[in-house]
């Protein structure tokens, strides 16, 4: 196949200034490098950067925007399903700048933009901190935390968007700034949960917590008791304290060998929890929920960085397919409506149909300004699968779809940012206020749109 020469002319001239690789269609490693994690994402760009620096970032941003081509950042490509077409596009890998430093006497790290969540939970705990990773240790820091970062501990400490303290960024126009307390303080209220519309972050700077070890696991049950399983945690849920951060699952298994044998082939009603605290005072919060007797219990003390596992997140890339609500309620009528396209009698293609409990820390305003300064809602409902086929993904679109459906009536006035892994726009996934102001941010810093992100904004107006 040959290729098309202003992609190949873009190479050549951009290879020579900077360290890290630059391919076009048709050349050797052009495949590998626009592959996303999620393997069911086709992306095509004119063009993949795979930076080695934040100078590098910023000579491709510098190069991009004379040459009519515009840019979107990518550390995993988790999310990529969530992105419009890259066909006239650059694609901006940031996967090879991993590095992390851990200040322990502050509480802080420093991580580059494609570092992964495991990249940072390990070393902090090495000093007896940890960050506020999400379910999966695979998933990157970057756009996890851009989109509000939901994770074992948010009940507690909140998003970890809302810990975020500066973000070293390169600007639409090519500048490498730092947005902190006492600057650019649009662009630190941005990359506070308000997605990565406005630049290309180069690294990011977060709050640390005192946080060794923690009473966490998992309750299995057979997939009949999901109805009765369901509604106790929901109980459950309303006497915790912020320390337990918890999800009602509904689980179907896939019987593939390298799903552990109690659980292969088999579908489950499940609680998976986290509390901030000692085996004996765990032990006695979960005894209502242990008291339904279920099958399997996994709760243990466990240090920081095992609460990777609990989730059971594939390691791997996979093809996959997700959706999500954020909702204001998850009493006994939404429980019945979720058993209806989720429980033991559905006839449905997903994998994982899980309900998280929110509130505690979420609901309070966090300090500093913020593109999601609260989570308004109480409980998050987050629907995926594999989809090994167009087929099956094209079924596990339309049951995600149902589920969501089925819960409308409890539906927030937004859908939780990181959760929707379709196309969808910023207003859809940012509350009103906050996507009035990211629009203005755009306006200001990107008007003639050429960062591509997942969850896009048009620019507004800008004051003059
Ligand atoms: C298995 C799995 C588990 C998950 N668990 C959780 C969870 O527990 N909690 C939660 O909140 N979310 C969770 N997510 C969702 C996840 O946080 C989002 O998919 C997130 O966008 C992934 O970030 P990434 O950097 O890995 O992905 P990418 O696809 O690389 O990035 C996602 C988006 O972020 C932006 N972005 C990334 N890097 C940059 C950059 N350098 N500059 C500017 N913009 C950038 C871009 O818009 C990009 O499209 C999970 C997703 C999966 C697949």
Sequence with gaps: MSTPRPAARHAERLHAAISGEVLAPGQTGYDQARQAWNLAVDQRPAIVVVAESADDVARAVQYAGPHGLRI???????????????????????SRMRGVRIDPAAGTARAE???LWQDVTVPAAEHGLAALAGTSPTVGVAGYTLGGGLGWLARRYGLAANSVIAAEIVTPDGRCVRADADSEPDLLWAVRGGGGSVGVLTALEMRLYPVGELYAGDLFFPIQRAPEVLDAWRAWTDAVPDEVTSIGRIMRFPALPDVPEPMRGRAFAMVEAAYLGDAGAGAELTEPLRRLGPELDTFATIPAPALGQLHMDPPDPVPNEGDGALLTGFPPAAIDALNAVAGPDADTQLTSVEVRHLGGELARPAPGEAGQPTVEASHLMWAVSATPSPEVAAAVRRDARAVKAALADWHASYDYYNAVEVQAPASAVLPAASFKRLQKIKGRYDPDQMIISSHPVRPGRVAA
């Design 113 to 115: 933009a494609g570092a």
């Design 72 to 94: 979107a950042a990518q550390g995993t490509g988790h999310d990529a399903g969530a992105l419009e077409p890259l066909d006239d596009a650059m694609l901006l890998r940031t």
